[in-house]
Structure formats: C-alpha cells, structure tokens
C-alpha cells in the first residue's frame, strides 16, 4: 500500500513578493531549494500560518542566496508580502519503506535563513 508522506518542510517561511500576473507556481531561492530536496516543478503544499489559507503550487528555482519567497499567478490573492508560511512536499511510500526514509524539515528564521535542520524517519 502507498501512504502520503512529508518529505520535506520548510517551516515558517516569510513571503517575500507577489505577482499575479505571472504564471503560476513559488518561486523559492535555489539555495532553499536544494537544502530541503526540492526539485523545479515539484508540486508543494502551502500553509498560510498568516490567515490560514492553503493551497497547491508548484516549485520554480529563484536566485540562489536571494532568500526569496515568491507566490505567483491566482495564488498570490491568497497571501500578502510578509506573511509566514510552510511550505510542505509529499511523496507517496510504500510502507514498507516508512522506517528507512528520512524527510527533511529546515526551520526558518524572520529573514528567510536556515535556523536549524532537522532530519527526522518517517
């Protein structure tokens, strides 16, 4: 049997722009985006820890070492610059598999930093 599972997490992340007119999806600092395993056009959950809206995008490399945080297209009518959200991706496992994986969960500081890493079995 398959079962969702986190994989990776970016917690409390701050937006740092909108843009509706673009196309769609997170455009996420390459350098994130490589610390939490996330690949370009990976599709992500995310969790507005502002004013609880949730939605699904998907991911597009930003300049690394820019600590951005970019929702676009519809989605950004559903977050404001400033805003603190998590940004969470799944994977469907076999559960077989369940005690010899391990997500990835990098805990964010208010300037988009890496605060603190955690590695925890899924």
């Known amino acids: 049997m398959l ?5 990776s ?9 909108t843009d ?4 769609g999806s997170l455009t996420l600092d390459l350098d994130l985006m490589n ?15 502002s004013n609880g809206n ?3 995008t998907y ?21 404001a610059q400033g805003d603190i959200v998590i940004i969470a991706a799944y994977a469907m496992i076999d559960e077989r598999e369940l005690n ?8 964010m500081d208010e300037n988009n930093r890496v605060e603190k890493v955690l590695n925890g079995k899924l």
């Not at 997490?9 to 722009?17: L, M, N, Q, W």
């Not at 509706?20 to 196309?23: A, K, Q």
């Not at 991911?59 to 977050?79: F, M, T, W, Y």
């Open 20 to 23: 509706i007119d673009y196309s």
């Open 59 to 79: 991911v597009i490399q930003g300049e690394p070492g820019s600590r951005d945080v970019v929702i676009n297209g519809a989605a950004a009518h559903l977050v």
């Open 54 to 56: 949730r939605f699904s």
């Open 100 to 107: 010899t994986l391990q997500s990835v969960i990098l805990l």
């Open 3 to 7: 079962i969702p599972f986190l994989i």
């Open 35 to 49: 610390q939490a395993n996330l690949k370009e056009y990976q599709k992500v959950e995310i969790y507005n820890i």
């Open 9 to 17: 997490k970016i917690h409390r992340a701050r937006v740092t722009a």
